[in-house]
DNA sequence: CGTCTGACTGCCC
DNA sequence: TGGGCAGCCAGAC
């Protein structure tokens, strides 16, 4: 069986479970820790659990000294960003808590974490839903909402997913479909062994390549709509592209103001213009890394403006006064 | 198409 | 310093 589980702290656990003909056998949502607990050793034995969160926190292994992980350094080079995982004595977002002690409960009904080796049956494994749809649809969200993306990408490679899914039901789908590929021996992983490997699948057109890496730099260098940097001078190119081509190239531990955007981007006035465009991004591309011109959070922020120092915080940005320090942090694209 | 609404900025007290 | 304010630009009806 092929079980994924998608994390939330507030929302509990949704669990799905895929035969080896990629059937939807299992959509259950398990309230709090006991209850997967039940559910995981309910499970054959040789299944592989893939879930949406991660394991342990950083152990800091990213030259620099950086504190997030080897895997999410690995994915923002890929242009992939995701929640930056901190090392042990910061302070980690409760879903990500969550996800620590479901990794152990997990491991004691029978399913240790899997971290490197030969692919192996009884294993839990990270994954990332988003990197999982991206990976296998080639292109980035682009114009479509993200549940209309995410189901886009299992169309055809998951049979028996209900038209009303939430989107929590559909990523708990992708990580099992990704438990599957997993499974059978079509992944590839991200990161250090040492401290937390997300996996993803091979894409199938695909398989010569060593890693999904040619997949996914592909689909931001040509057709999708996220365009191309190297054109960003022409018309060709919408605004609203090359300012989500542009942040998602923010390093993580710097930031840059939406007038710094904007002007790179190739209109000078257009900052307030930015701050509506990320507006409709925030969760394919490195929003929290935009400030505004006195290094302030932004207000309308998802999840409130202190989210955003947090998470600058905890990729290393040095935030005084609640406010980044810009001569410090900023990054000027070249 | 106009009109309205912001995850903005710089300038003026 | 810091608040007020008038431009400004791209999306959403």
Not at 81 to 87: D, E, M, R
């Given at each position: 069986?092929?079980?994924?589980?998608?994390?939330s702290a507030?929302r509990?656990?949704?669990?799905?479970?895929?035969d080896d003909?990629?059937?939807?056998?299992?959509?259950?949502?398990a309230?709090?820790?006991?209850?997967?607990?039940v559910?995981?050793?309910?499970?054959p034995?040789e299944?592989?659990?893939?879930?949406?969160?991660?394991?342990a926190?950083s152990?800091?292994?990213?030259?620099?000294?950086k504190?997030?992980?080897?895997?999410?350094?690995e994915?923002?080079k890929?242009?992939v960003?995701?929640?930056?995982?901190?090392?042990d004595d910061?302070?980690?977002?409760?879903?990500?808590?969550e996800?620590?002690?479901?990794?152990?409960?997990?491991?004691k009904?029978?399913?240790?974490?899997?971290?490197?080796?030969?692919?192996?049956?009884?294993?839990?494994?990270?994954?990332?839903?988003?990197?999982?749809?991206?990976?296998?649809?080639?292109?980035?969200?682009?114009?479509?909402?993200?549940?209309?993306?995410?189901?886009?990408?299992?169309?055809?490679?998951?049979?028996?997913?209900?038209?009303d899914?939430?989107?929590?039901?559909?990523?708990?789908?992708?990580?099992a479909?990704?438990?599957?590929?997993?499974?059978?021996d079509?992944?590839v992983?991200?990161?250090?062994?040492?401290?937390?490997v997300i996996?993803?699948?091979l894409a199938?057109?695909r398989?010569?390549?060593?890693v999904g890496?040619d997949?996914?730099?592909l689909?931001?260098?040509?057709?999708?709509?996220?365009?191309?940097?190297?054109?960003?001078?022409?018309?060709?190119?919408?605004?609203?592209?090359?300012?989500?081509?542009?942040?998602?190239?923010?390093?993580l531990g710097?930031?840059?103001t939406?007038?710094d955007i904007?002007r790179?981007?190739?209109?000078?006035?257009?900052?307030?213009a930015?701050?509506t465009?990320?507006?409709?991004?925030?969760?394919?591309?490195?929003?929290h890394?935009?400030?505004?011109?006195?290094?302030?959070?932004?207000?309308?922020?998802?999840?409130?403006?202190?989210?955003?120092?947090?998470r600058?915080?905890?990729?290393g940005?040095?935030?005084?006064?609640?406010r980044?320090?810009?001569?410090?942090?900023?990054?000027?694209?070249?």
């Open positions: 069986m092929h079980v994924g589980i998608d994390v507030t509990g656990f949704d669990i799905a479970a895929l003909d990629r059937r939807l056998v299992l959509l259950a949502k309230r709090d820790l006991d209850a997967a607990a559910i995981a050793r309910g499970l034995s299944s592989v659990i893939a879930v949406d969160a991660p394991p926190p152990r800091g292994l990213v030259a620099g000294g504190r997030f992980r080897v895997a999410e350094e994915l923002h890929l242009g960003s995701l929640y930056p995982v901190p090392p910061a302070e980690p977002s409760s879903w990500m808590r996800g620590y002690a479901l990794f152990e409960v997990l491991a009904a029978g399913f240790p974490v899997f971290l490197e080796g030969p692919a192996r049956a009884s294993v839990s494994i990270e994954v990332y839903p988003h990197l999982t749809y991206r990976t296998l649809s080639g292109t980035v969200r682009g114009k479509l909402s993200k549940i209309e993306w995410s189901r886009a990408a299992l169309r055809r490679r998951v049979s028996g997913v209900q038209k899914a939430t989107q929590d039901q559909l990523d708990a789908v992708a990580a479909l990704t438990a599957w590929y997993f499974a059978h079509r992944w992983g991200y990161g250090d062994p040492r401290e937390g996996f993803a699948p199938e057109d398989e010569e390549a060593p890496q997949q996914l730099s689909a931001i260098e040509t057709g999708g709509p996220m365009g191309s940097i190297a054109a960003a001078g022409t018309r060709e190119i919408s605004f609203a592209d090359r300012v989500l081509r542009l942040v998602s190239h923010i390093p710097r930031v840059a939406y007038g904007a790179a981007c190739g209109n000078p006035s257009g900052a307030r930015v701050g465009i990320l507006s409709g991004h925030a969760f394919e591309v490195p929003t890394r935009v400030v505004d011109a006195r290094g302030l959070p932004s207000p309308a922020f998802g999840g409130g403006p202190g989210v955003q120092l947090e600058l915080a905890s990729e940005v040095r935030i005084e006064g609640g980044v320090d810009l001569a410090a942090c900023r990054w000027s694209p070249a």
